[in-house]
């Protein structure tokens, strides 16, 4: 794929080059990132390890093609986005290839990886152009004490240079919905791939490339964390950062200063289930919530909370389906990949053996082959277990029983996370005063966590996030608001 059609120019030899300045580059630094295969543990692409002085460059040329992006107007844009949006979906398949091979997404989520992503880049392009369109006009006699002297004029101007750091689990969904909203808003992006997805991430900038965006507006610099990183992030042309990963969040708010910060970090998203719940609903959307892409998701269900009475029903409903998960290749389309890396797949074992030693129930027996970790259900979970509190992102799922809907609540309450939750009962009035009670961020009534559909609002409380995102969220993170205040002279006639 690399060395054929529109994406032949991105690659030198068996190195992906990065973007800058509308131009594809090797790095001077001589030296490469090797990304591996997670199903077969072996090196399958390579990308160029840029150096601090070319992020120098990159901040450089970025600042100034933001200073023209700005003054385009709203709609050539948005023309431009619809135009990105297309290609990228146009070329869904090379890209979904690149999704499989890199992070072990299965193939038919890897294809709706992208197309949603292009989805997502036109309805930026159309909801930017309704949102910043419009300004406000304030008069001051509607405020006590003041004569109408003053007008004020509005508008929403952007940042300057935003930084875009996605992660592996969707690289290019998760980086899309932080470069359309950056571009249509008037800033220039800097975006910094994770490791595994970082090929599929630039193949989706080459798309934005044949659109036709001008140079230096959107960068992709490539590279290891321990070179870059907090260079990056702590970078004085850096404006507004915009993360989506996990506990490096937290080190990068501590360390970016006083720029808006928008980040969505880790979850331990609970599942309450109550004794009048659908029991099949439940159970489709536990298995379904928790195993999905492997457990993998920021949104996955991390822990059921069920109520004593009603355990063992939807233990044995869960476990029928959990027997019915594929488990293999993502060639294969499987419900269950290989984890990302080999150190995901430790940390996750980790967990396993932690709550084994400590008493919990196996509904199924414990197989792990390489990155594969076979789905697996923990019943009796208790609070003394890692995994009672601890994110695996992984195929594993723990359940603690409880006696009471407090209980439920206090536990979900005293996580450090609080990305998002869910509640299974059919009294509407119970289920919105336990959303009410639950601290996160969104809380689902009769479904699982879910961050779509993109134009929703979503955000994490607690060490889950800063700021919101969702399409209008996003753009209005990345404006601030400008006044021009005309002043008259007071008025000199008398009213009579």
Aim: hydrophobic share 40%; with cysteine; net charge neutral.
């Amino acid at each position: 794929m690399a060395g054929t059609g529109v994406f032949a120019e991105i690659v030198d030899g068996d190195v992906y080059l990065y973007y800058t300045e509308g131009e594809w580059k090797p790095s001077s630094s001589g030296k490469n990132v090797p990304i591996i295969n997670p199903t077969t543990m072996k090196t399958q692409y390579k990308v160029q390890a840029c150096s601090q002085e070319e992020v120098n460059k990159i901040m450089e040329s970025s600042k100034t093609a933001q200073k023209l992006w700005a003054k385009t107007p709203l709609w050539k844009r948005a023309e431009l986005l619809h135009k990105a949006a297309a290609i990228l979906k146009e070329h869904k398949a090379p890209i979904a290839e690149c999704l499989v091979k890199e992070i072990a997404k299965p193939a038919k989520d890897a294809v709706t990886e992208v197309v949603r992503s292009g989805d997502l880049i036109s309805y930026t392009a159309e909801e930017g152009v309704r949102t910043l369109g419009q300004g406000k006009f304030l008069v001051s006699d509607s405020f006590p004490g003041n004569e109408r002297t003053k007008y004020c004029l509005t508008s929403k101007v952007p940042l300057g240079v935003i930084l875009a750091i996605p992660p592996f689990n969707y690289p290019v969904n998760l980086a899309v919905s932080k470069i359309a909203p950056a571009l249509i808003a008037g800033n220039s992006i800097v975006l910094k791939p994770p490791t595994q997805g970082a090929v599929a991430a630039l193949h989706m900038v080459h798309c934005f490339h044949l659109a036709g965006f001008p140079k230096g507006l959107i960068s992709c610099v490539t590279g290891k964390g321990s070179v870059i990183g907090d260079f990056l992030t702590m970078h004085p042309g850096v404006n507004c950062i915009s993360f989506t990963g996990g506990d490096t969040g937290v080190s990068i708010s501590n360390k970016a200063g006083m720029i808006p910060l928008q980040m969505e970090l880790g979850g331990k998203d609970a599942c309450i289930v109550l004794e009048d719940a659908d029991l099949d609903l439940v159970a489709a959307n536990i298995v379904k919530g928790g195993f999905s892409y492997s457990g993998q998701r920021c949104t996955a269900v991390k822990l059921v909370l069920i109520m004593e009475s009603i355990a063992d029903a939807v233990v044995k409903k869960v476990n029928a389906k959990v027997a019915k998960l594929t488990v293999g290749p993502p060639e294969d389309d499987c419900d269950i990949t290989p984890v990302v890396t080999e150190s995901s797949a430790n940390f996750i074992e980790g967990l396993v053996m932690d709550a084994k030693q400590k008493g919990a129930t196996f509904c199924q027996e414990y197989k792990r082959e390489g990155n594969l970790i076979w789905p697996l259900f923990l019943d009796n979970v208790r609070p003394e277990m890692r995994i009672a509190w601890e994110e695996p992102f992984g195929p594993v799922l723990p359940v603690i029983r409880i006696k009471s809907v407090e209980e439920g609540i206090h536990h979900c309450n005293a996580s450090n996370f609080g990305l998002q939750g869910c509640v299974f009962t059919k009294d509407i009035a119970k289920a919105i005063m336990i959303s009410d009670a639950m601290e996160s961020g969104t809380i689902q009534i009769n479904s699982a966590p879910a961050r779509g559909p993109d134009h929703f609002p979503f955000q994490g409380f607690k060490d889950s996030g800063i700021g919101s995102q969702g399409i209008t969220n996003s753009i209005e993170m990345m404006v601030k608001v400008k006044s021009t205040v005309i002043n008259l002279p007071s008025p000199s006639y008398t009213m009579g």
